[in-house]
C-alpha cells in the first residue's frame, strides 16, 4: 500500500509517499480503507518534533491522526461495526490507503468521507478547550484564531449551550465567523480593544499560536481562564498548555448528536491527492484557514 512517512524531523520537504506493509487490526481495533485523512497542526507539530512527550513516536514514522473510510478488518472483541461499514475515527498513520483506527463511529447521514475525515481530533479538541476553560452558559467566550477546523467547533458548540462568542480571524474570514454566530474581530493593531468595546470577556482560547497570550490574560483579567492548544509558552504566562487528548469515542457520539441536531458542520476548504501531503502541510501552517484541510485517498 501508499502511505506518507518521514525519516527525519524537519519542514513538509521530509515527507515521502512511499510503499509499505498494510497494518492489520489488533483487538478493539478496525482497520479502514482509507478514504480521507484529516489534516491537523498536530501532524506538522509532529513532523517538526515539537511535541514528542505527548506523541512518542520512532522514525522513519507515518503521519496523520483522523481519518473516513470503510471498515475492512474488525479486530477481536469488536462488535459495533463490521466488515463494509463507512466510520471515521482517530488512529495512527491515516496519511494511507489502509489504516488502524482505535476509536470510531458510523459516519453521520449527509457526511460525504472529506467532510467526516475532518471531525475527529477537531471536536475531541474543542470539547476538550471548553471544558478545561471553565466557561459557562451566559458567559462570553473570546476565540482567537476562530476560523480553522478547531475554532469553527468551538464556536458552534459554544453557542449551542449558551455561551456566547467572540471570534478573531483575518478579514477574509470575518463573514464566516459571523455566520457561526461570533462577534468578529480582526487580527491587527488595536485587535484587543476592539475586543473590550463588545464587552466583558470571561474566558478565552488561543488556538492559534499567534503570541496574544498577554493580551487574554489581560482580557479576561485570569491566566486561569485562559488555555491554549497553540503556544508553548503559555506556562511562562500561568496559562494552561492543553495537548493531551480525552475521550476520542465520546467525542464521535457527540459529533453525531450535534451533526444529526444541525448544530455542528465544519467545511472543507481544501481537499488534496495523498501525493501532495506536504502542500497540505504547507498550507495549514500558514494559517487562515476556514474549516477544515483533507487528503483524499
Known sequence: MRKVSFAEFGGPEVLRLVDAEEPHAGPGQVRVAVRAAGVNPVDWRI???QILQAHPIELPAGVGLDAAGVVDEVGEGVEDVEAGDPVFGEGAST???FAVLSAWARIPEGLTFEEAAGYPSVVETALRVIR???VRPGQTLLVSGASGGVGSAVLQIARDRGIAVIGTAGAANQDYLRGLGAAAVTYGAGWAER???????????????AGVLA?????TGDPRKVVSIADLSAPEFGVRFSGTAGSVPAALAEAGRLIARGKLHIPVEKSYPLAEAATAHIDSQAGHTRGRRVLTV
Open 195 to 209: 475586543v473590550r468595546r463588545l464587552g466583558r470577556v470571561d474566558a478565552a482560547l488561543d488556538l492559534a499560536g
Open 47 to 49: 513532523r517538526e518534533g
Open 95 to 97: 496519511y494511507a490507503e
Open 132 to 134: 478545561e476553560v471553565g
Open 215 to 219: 493580551e487574554l490574560v489581560e482580557l
